[in-house]
């Protein structure tokens, strides 16, 4: 046995993230000659929002069909490496790890453009880990990328948009949707449809309007889920009143967090702001966030996939040396849809504070919210610190499902947590990676 | 869509999936409902669908993969515990 035999690699600009604001970026990049290389940790191209079936693709918005026209054009680019997870990132050297294709690899680049995109956030309740309850983002990965259809019926609850675009493709595929449940009430919401003067986004939302009309119920927050035979036994609440639904699935989203792993592995500064998603990059108005390093998409804040595609476009228009105020302008409108949006769907404070104690937070080490609770009193009040005290973040998403919840949580107790700080791996690799067993 | 098929090993078994078709959902598609057991024996499957909450973790030929986001290759073979 001997340490493998590691290939080394020099390129100008590493993009981090073959989502939209990641391939946005690469085009840009091939037009003005420079030099490149794209990881994906996926074995597809894409990220989610362009996660679909060559014959299940909705031209339906100018940004899907954009996003289409750029996996197209650069489906054969050789400087796109797909299945490339990004270990780390080591400051000494300046050089990144990856393992690519199960392959250690290093890249030595002279910039980075950070594209790493979000994940969901969840508001859990007791049932939650139950087989039948997936996340909103899983329900439409399933349909777009297979056509597969996880259930006949189902039930689609949290806060956001996004819930609506799934339980509409869910409802297309032929499934029933039984109750689309907005945690939000609807006066809280009201305030948003001033957001909608806007043509893309408001086609989009008379599209599920149509589809969806009398599903959707506000205000209604999950107490607790039980198997009921076949069945899944939801107990919803709200003011005290409570009503029980049954339904084949459970389809659950309550936002979305930017994946901010990397980026603060390579010192990027990060800060707290809840109308941009929580835990985001700092970047200034050029999307750089130190000397080499910039940001594109949802790592800025959490806005979505057009936003996204021109964080991108500009990202790499001011790596080639350019300037365009035109997309500047373009960009500012978007971080102020994207402050509303998460602003207006956000889960209210107090639902943090009533998680019963019996609900597991940590999903990898079956850590409860009593624990939680328990180390918090017991003045644990750093991530870390419920980390050690708890072992919640200790397992395989190291934290990624979890510390969200827990920050949200200590953040509602009047605690400031700071991120946890990241060690490579930034995500678990088989060990046999390093090794040359031949 | 997906014509080409696969031939892969579920826990001994022989099934007929789609080559290319994320592994969780070749068998989601077959039936399986669960794929892992937690710390206290809960059983578990696919949740984030995306790769991040390692909920689908299989073994496929000896090494840990999250299913969901593991292309079916024929002649796989997938083991993981069943409730």
């Not at chain 1, 108005?285 to 959490?302: H, K, M």
């Not at chain 1, 602003?343 to 939680?372: A, G, H, Q």
Request: hydrophobic share 40%; with cysteine.
């Amino acid at each position: 046995m001997r340490r493998a035999k590691v290939e080394k690699v020099k390129t100008e600009i590493l993009i981090a993230g073959g989502g939209i604001a990641g391939l946005a970026a690469a085009s840009v990049l091939i037009e003005n000659g420079k030099d490149f290389i794209l990881v994906d940790e996926y074995p597809f191209l894409g990220g989610q929002f362009l996660r679909h079936n060559p014959l299940y693709r909705p031209m339906d918005t100018p940004t899907r069909k954009k996003g289409f026209e750029l996996m197209e054009r650069l489906a054969n680019e050789k400087r796109i490496w797909k299945n490339t997870l990004i270990v780390g990132y080591y400051e000494e050297t300046d050089e990144v790890a990856l393992v690519r294709d199960g392959k250690p690899v290093i890249i030595k680049p002279e910039k980075i453009l950070i594209a790493t995109g979000a994940r969901e956030k969840f508001l859990p309740f007791p049932g939650w880990t139950l087989p039948e309850v997936i996340s909103a983002g899983a329900v439409q990965a399933l349909i777009k990328t297979s056509g597969f259809l996880p259930a006949e019926d189902a039930i689609f609850a949290g806060t956001g948009p996004f819930l609506l675009a799934v339980a509409y493709e869910f409802a297309k595929a032929g499934g029933k949707v039984i109750e689309i449940a907005e945690l939000n009430p609807l006066s809280k919401l009201m305030g948003f449809s001033s957001a909608l003067i806007d043509l893309e986004k408001a086609r989009e939302g008379f599209k599920y309007l149509l589809k969806l009309f009398g599903k959707t119920t506000f205000g209604w927050r999950i107490e607790r889920v039980e198997k009921s035979g076949e069945k899944l036994k939801v107990v919803f609440e709200k003011k005290g009143r409570r009503k029980i639904r049954e339904t084949s699935l459970l389809a659950i989203g309550y936002g979305f967090v930017p994946n901010i792993e990397f980026a603060q592995l390579c010192g990027c500064p990060v800060i707290y702001d809840a109308s941009l998603g929580g835990w985001v990059l700092k970047t200034d108005d050029e999307l750089r966030c130190s000397e080499n390093i910039y940001a594109a998409g949802e790592v800025t804040g959490i806005g979505g996939a057009r936003k996204a595609l021109i964080e991108g476009e500009l990202a790499a228009l001011i790596l080639s040396g350019k300037r365009d105020d035109s997309l500047k302008k373009k960009r500012a409108h978007e971080m102020a849809f994207a402050k509303k949006l998460n602003s207006t769907y956000s889960v209210p404070e107090n639902l943090w504070l009533s998680i019963p104690d019996e609900t597991i937070i940590c999903r990898c080490e079956d850590v409860t919210m009593k624990e939680i609770k328990e180390a918090a009193e017991n003045d644990f009040v750093s991530l870390k610190g419920i980390k050690v005290a708890t072992r919640a973040g200790l397992g395989n998403c190291q934290g990624r499902t979890c510390f969200p919840i827990i920050t949200e949580f200590l953040r509602a107790k009047n605690i400031s947590p700071e991120p946890v700080s990241i060690r490579p791996p930034i995500k678990p690799i088989d060990v046999g990676v390093f090794v040359d067993l031949e | 869509m997906h014509t080409k098929h696969a031939l892969i090993k579920v826990n001994g078994k022989t099934l007929e999936a789609r080559e290319g078709e994320m592994l969780a959902v070749s068998l989601l598609r077959a039936g399986y409902k669960r794929f892992r057991k937690s710390v206290k024996g809960e059983d578990r499957s696919l949740f984030c669908g995306m790769g991040v909450c390692f909920e689908c973790l299989v073994k496929v030929n000896g090494r840990t993969v999250r299913a969901c986001i593991t292309p079916v290759k024929d002649g796989m073979e997938v083991e993981f515990e069943e409730s």
